[in-house]
């Protein structure tokens, strides 16, 4: 079946600019993580989504990023007034159940704030 | 808190030959233990895990990885690497199930570089 896809794979924006990055998880996974990979580091833990529970929002780095998502469906992550340290690669990933530690990883999109 | 440190970022081998990727982490709580690998302009792939049992584990293409509770590690090795996998290896730690409910959050090292050389 189909994986983890994320649109765009790549975005350039300026300074300031609102951005949003897209996420499609693999049908029938209830969990739905956001990561950020900024060059020559590890992932970086954002935003978790499970069902219809509240998300944990604690890695987000600050009130610029925010991220929806609809049942168990597309989740959005939205960075506003985009500065340059917001360049990087994010990663979604998804999970088929509560309990299995197995995450599902899209191919990132790359992020360049110019 | 957890943290993941991978001691090299870049290891360079010939083909053929033995490989040991580093990872060390850090925990105040039992964790649950995986090596994911992304090969060039591929995502990220599970490698391997440890959840419990058998401190060694193994993957489907020749990797294992042993679970060394005393020294905190879970090096990745290979006996005999292959052109093919060349690729960033990332080690990660996420915290066991609790309460009933299961939190899969991973916390990464920062990734290993492995360039095998024919």
């Known amino acids: 079946g189909a994986g983890v896809s994320q649109s765009p794979s790549n975005k350039v924006t300026e300074k300031g600019k609102d951005v949003e990055l897209r996420c499609d998880p693999i049908?029938?996974?209830?969990?739905l993580y956001w990561y950020r990979q900024r060059l020559g580091q590890g992932l970086e833990f954002l935003i978790y989504?499970?069902?219809?529970?509240?998300?944990?929002k604690s890695g987000l780095p600050s009130d610029r990023f925010s991220a929806e998502r609809t049942g168990e469906s597309v989740s959005t992550l939205t960075i506003q007034r985009t500065q340059q340290e917001d360049s990087a690669v994010y990663l979604c990933?998804?999970?088929?159940?509560?309990?299995?530690?197995?995450?599902?990883f899209g191919p990132g999109t790359r992020l360049t704030v110019t | 808190a957890q943290s993941v440190t991978q001691l090299d970022s870049q290891v360079p081998v010939f083909e053929e030959a033995p490989v040991e990727l580093r990872c060390n982490y850090s925990?105040?709580?039992?964790?649950?233990l995986f090596w994911y690998v992304q090969y060039p302009n591929q995502g990220l792939q599970l490698l391997l895990k440890?959840?419990?049992?058998?401190?060694l584990v193994e993957s489907i293409n020749g990797f294992e990885a042993e679970f060394n509770k005393s020294q905190t590690s879970f090096h990745l090795r290979k006996p005999s690497v292959h052109i093919s996998d060349t690729a960033e290896y990332f080690c990660?730690?996420?915290?066991?199930?609790?309460?009933?409910?299961?939190?899969?959050?991973?916390?990464f090292g920062q990734g290993t570089i492995l360039t095998v050389h024919p």
């Open positions: 990933a998804s999970s088929r159940r509560t309990g299995a530690h197995e995450q599902y």
């Open positions: 049908s029938g996974h209830t969990a």
């Open positions: 989504f499970q069902g219809n529970s509240a998300p944990d």
């Open positions: 925990s105040s709580v039992s964790v649950y």
């Open positions: 440890y959840l419990s049992g058998s401190t």
């Open positions: 990660a730690v996420s915290p066991p199930n609790a309460g009933g409910t299961s939190y899969g959050k991973l916390t």
